[in-house]
């Protein structure tokens, strides 16, 4: 038996990336609920964010109304994502390729991402990242490749199997939720679910007792005041 491990110290949040509003039936929503019922059974405060009901303008700037954008609900969104130790970016595959949504809200974490925490550090340092896939034919690992990588980017720390997915047959067919589809009952989708789950809230725990990461070697404000630790530039050796 697993020694009881206390995860009730961390926060999460799922931002749905659906192209459909609310109340529609969203199949992402399906499979991300496999996801948050575990983090919240281990005692986990979880939020869920659709994206698409919100005014999100296009941008790459932390408030776009600042830029000549009628409406912006992206500040207040980020403070509910930025205030979580996990974000987990659940997406529907269209074409192939992640949704619009998701590489709108991808872009406007893009705005802060130059931003600096009280340790000089790129702002999304210490927090991990995660991403569920939902769709029809073939997709999840490419759209999961793009997403974990930008998520990387930014400064979110990604875990071993930071993905999970559940794609149906090659054309028109049953979607995630669908009973025909028996998708719930899957059982690669099921365990790759749950570790993809308890590996974030791992990784989180970690980093959240550790004060996140040590400032050694990646701090932009020590750099810019003139640390180059074991840095050498090749034109002067």
Same mark, same amino acid.
């Given at each position: 038996?697993?020694?009881?491990?206390?995860?009730?110290?961390?926060?999460?949040?799922?931002?749905?990336?659906?192209?459909?509003?609310?109340?529609?039936?969203?199949? %992402?929503?399906?499979?991300?609920?496999?996801?948050?019922?575990?983090?919240?059974?281990?005692?986990?405060?979880?939020?869920?964010?659709?994206?698409?009901?919100?005014?999100?303008?296009?941008?790459?700037?932390?408030?776009?109304?600042?830029?000549?954008?009628?409406?912006?609900?992206?500040?207040?969104?980020?403070?509910?994502?930025?205030?979580?130790?996990?974000?987990?970016?659940?997406?529907?595959?269209?074409?192939?390729?992640?949704?619009?949504?998701?590489?709108?809200?991808?872009?406007?974490?893009?705005?802060?991402?130059?931003?600096?925490?009280?340790?000089?550090?790129?702002?999304?340092?210490?927090?991990?990242?995660? %991403?569920?896939?939902?769709?029809?034919?073939?997709?999840?690992?490419?759209?999961?490749?793009?997403?974990?990588?930008?998520?990387?980017?930014?400064?979110?720390?990604?875990?071993?199997?930071?993905?999970?997915?559940?794609?149906?047959?090659?054309?028109?067919?049953?979607?995630?939720?669908?009973?025909?589809?028996?998708?719930?009952?899957?059982?690669?989708?099921?365990?790759? %679910?749950?570790?993809? %789950?308890?590996?974030?809230?791992?990784?989180?725990?970690?980093?959240?007792?550790?004060?996140?990461?040590?400032?050694?070697?990646?701090?932009?404000?020590?750099?810019?005041?003139?640390?180059?630790?074991?840095?050498?530039?090749?034109?002067?050796?």
């Amino acid at each position: 038996m697993d020694d009881q491990i206390d995860f009730s110290g961390l926060k999460a949040v799922y931002v749905n990336c659906t192209l459909k509003k609310s109340p529609r039936q969203s199949h %992402t929503q399906g499979l991300i609920d496999v996801s948050q019922r575990i983090m919240e059974k281990e005692g986990v405060s979880v939020e869920t964010i659709r994206a698409v009901d919100y005014e999100i303008a296009y941008g790459v700037q932390p408030d776009m109304t600042k830029e000549g954008a009628d409406k912006d609900e992206w500040p207040k969104l980020f403070k509910t994502i930025f205030a979580a130790d996990i974000l987990i970016l659940g997406t529907p595959i269209w074409l192939g390729e992640r949704s619009s949504i998701c590489t709108k809200v991808i872009e406007r974490l893009y705005a802060m991402s130059g931003k600096q925490n009280d340790k000089g550090q790129y702002l999304f340092y210490g927090k991990v990242g995660g %991403t569920i896939i939902t769709g029809n034919e073939d997709g999840v690992k490419h759209c999961a490749m793009g997403i974990l990588y930008a998520l990387q980017h930014l400064g979110y720390s990604i875990p071993p199997q930071g993905d999970c997915g559940w794609i149906g047959e090659i054309g028109p067919g049953p979607s995630y939720l669908d009973k025909e589809s028996n998708a719930a009952q899957n059982d690669f989708t099921n365990r790759n %679910t749950t570790f993809m %789950t308890y590996n974030l809230l791992h990784l989180a725990k970690i980093l959240k007792e550790k004060e996140g990461y040590p400032s050694h070697g990646n701090s932009r404000k020590a750099w810019d005041t003139g640390s180059r630790w074991a840095f050498e530039n090749p034109e002067y050796r």
